[in-house]
């Protein structure tokens, strides 16, 4: 038997709201059945949900989200997914460690233009 999940158990599972929800869901990147105004979601789309989440932690676009799990093809045991994954994480390893070497160096900025703020004060005192 295939579990279903209401957009409530999903939003809840997931510390999500609904309209979190269904805005992937406009996006393209769920689609559940629906039973009138009732949307039904199934196994798939809990995952994908659980998939859009976890890029979004590494900081994924969601273009990029859905380019991932687009891909997906267990016939071929995924390795064009898993191949487009390894580079997306080593983008965004490159782009954290640019982005510490330039907070690195506006922290020495700031303690340089710092401690000439308090030389001056402290000149200004002599005088």
Request: overall charge neutral.
């Amino acid at each position: 038997m295939t579990k279903n999940y209401s957009i409530s158990d999903l939003a809840k599972e997931f510390d999500v709201t609904t309209r979190t929800i269904r805005f992937y869901e406009a996006e393209g990147l769920l689609s559940p059945e629906r039973q009138g105004q009732t949307r039904i979601y199934s196994e798939k789309d809990r995952v994908y949900l659980k998939l859009i989440l976890r890029g979004k932690r590494l900081g994924f676009s969601l273009a990029e989200s859905k380019q991932i799990i687009c891909m997906y093809d267990p016939d071929s045991g995924n390795r064009v997914q898993l191949q487009l994954m390894l580079n997306k994480i080593a983008e965004k390893r490159d782009i954290l460690k640019q982005q510490l070497s330039d907070i690195r160096l506006m922290q020495e900025e700031l303690d340089e233009a710092e401690e000439r703020c308090r030389q001056a004060l402290a000149d200004f005192g002599k005088g």
